[in-house]
T-cell receptor, first 110, second 114 residues
């Protein structure tokens, strides 16, 4: 089955700096890679996703890159703001079943 | 509001009790899921249903029994609760069976077994 690894587990950045979270996956059949943001006491919310036929996708301050050959994908957040503080999860879709990474606690300090 | 809603939000109960968590989605999605999030925030799928039919049943103890009365509802019943069942349980739904795009999560039920 699919195995998703995510690094780092915690990330502390100064407001205005960039944050990068990296994930690797094991199942070459996976073709959809979403990223979720989970704030305290809430459910995960989809923030951006990418399909296997695309190498990069951007939405304002967030971007995701995918390297299918190397089986890794990354989330980039630019110009971080305090409201970006949350736990971020990467995931890989294997036949409709999302396998999640272990999560990255991002703390943005003013 | 269109959403995935689950009740209750908090559930504190004693070991050995039986409890249920309810989930409803009004997004018109075909598939619904239960996920468990442990104390280390790890999210793991438990079950998935498509239009009342069980599709995915991960290695979950028999004490956990999902029930889907219709496409919009997926409830989770837990018998003989144990301390290790303490976690946050999330319901989710997605538009199309076999594809995870459009996954929408509920806000979670924090279960504490004492």
């Amino acid at each position: 089955g699919e195995n998703v690894e995510q690094h780092p587990s915690t990330l502390s950045v100064q407001e205005g700096d960039s944050a990068v979270i990296k994930c690797t996956y094991s199942d070459s059949a996976s073709n959809y890679f979403p990223w979720y943001k989970q704030e305290l006491g809430k459910g995960p919310q989809l923030i951006i996703d990418i399909r296997s036929n695309v190498g990069e996708k951007k939405d304002q301050r967030i971007a995701v890159t995918l390297n299918k050959t190397a089986k890794h994908f990354s989330l980039h957040i630019t110009e971080t703001q305090p409201e970006d503080s949350a736990v971020y999860f990467c995931a890989a879709d294997s036949w409709g079943k999302l396998q999640f990474g272990a999560g990255t606690q991002v703390v943005v300090t003013p | 509001d269109t959403a995935v809603s689950q009740t209750p939000k908090y559930l504190v109960t004693q070991m050995g009790n039986d409890k249920s968590i309810k989930c409803e989605q009004n997004l018109g999605h075909d598939t619904m899921y239960w996920y468990k999030q442990d104390s280390k925030k790890f999210l793991k799928i438990m079950f998935s249903y498509n239009n009342k039919e069980l599709i995915i049943n991960e290695t979950v103890p028999n004490r956990f029994s999902p029930k889907s009365p219709d496409k919009a509802h997926l409830n989770l019943h837990i018998n003989s609760l144990e301390l290790g069942d303490s976690a946050v349980y999330f319901c989710a739904s997605s538009q199309v069976t076999g594809r995870a795009d459009g996954y929408t999560f509920g806000s979670g039920t924090r279960l504490t077994v004492v």
